[in-house]
């Protein structure tokens, strides 16, 4: 069984003006996305900018995350690293902490080879009981899961059970559920792209766009998985200026900046990260306006 079906929302991290975490903010914000019918937490992921977390600050944001959801939906925590000690480490923080699955992108900087990515996870895997949900996004970390890699981790390792999927590849993706059966927990990491991967046998998303439109894209993938198909694309076409606002500027900028637009007041980005610019903010806001969100 999949850790969850339908719409995760890959969370922000809030921080205070002062740039310490605003654990009473993430409070608000899960109960707001529970609320709104997300179907699953996922905390310290590139959302969550868990590059910039200390050791010490990514397992108390899982603690906290876990704390608020109170077993109301499943919480998927973000261990990956470029050390495979360190998501290790990170995993068996994150297992102790309750969360229901784990999140792990691939090395990045240093890469990998595909021989290298089997040991990476299959040495994570066997320190963890937890369920596993591979990320690939190769425009971030310069490495690629590639589809037979995928399958070989799926078939011959127990807990990893699923793939976050952001290479924007279709193609890919569909080559990806051939090769495991369709066994696999494929979950689109692209906005723009959820239907075409539910298409293929996708369960669901992680999802930026949930940070500002949980109900939106829950409704989404249910229809999807009601049958109503068109309803669904029509959904997914209606939001595609938005989808398109979110990234124009690298992720989470233009999000954390929507929810403050939204007086959500998640606060800033941490260094190296920088305040969206003016142009795109406007741009943002007419979009925002234009999909039926209330701003501030």
Known sequence: MAIFKGAGVAIVTPMKENLEVNYDKLEELIDFQ????????IITGTTGESSTLTMEEHKEVIEAAVRFT?????????????????????????????????L???????????????????QIANEVKLPIIMYNVPGRTGCNILPETAAYLNKNVENIVGLKEATGNVSQAA????????????YSGEDGIVVPLLAIGAVGVISVWSNIAPKQVHDMCMKFFEGDVAGAAKMQLKAEPLVDALFCEVNPIPVKK???LMGMD???????????????????????????????
């Open 70 to 102: 109170g077993h109301r939906v499943p919480v998927v925590a973000g261990t990956g690293s470029n050390c495979t000690r360190t998501a290790i480490q990170l995993s068996k923080e994150a297992e102790e902490a309750g969360a229901d699955g784990l």
């Open 258 to 260: 929507a929810l403050n």
């Open 104 to 122: 792990i992108v691939t090395p990045y900087y240093n890469k990998a080879t595909q021989a290298g990515l089997i040991g990476h996870y299959t």
């Open 175 to 186: 080559k990806t559920m051939y090769l495991t059966d369709g066994k696999l927990d494929m």
């Open 34 to 41: 529970i609320n709104e019918g997300t179907d699953s937490i």
């Open 266 to 296: 998640v606060g800033p980005v941490r260094a190296p990260l920088s305040e969206m610019e003016e142009a795109h903010v406007k741009k943002m806001s007419e979009v925002m306006k234009a999909y039926g969100l209330k701003l501030a």
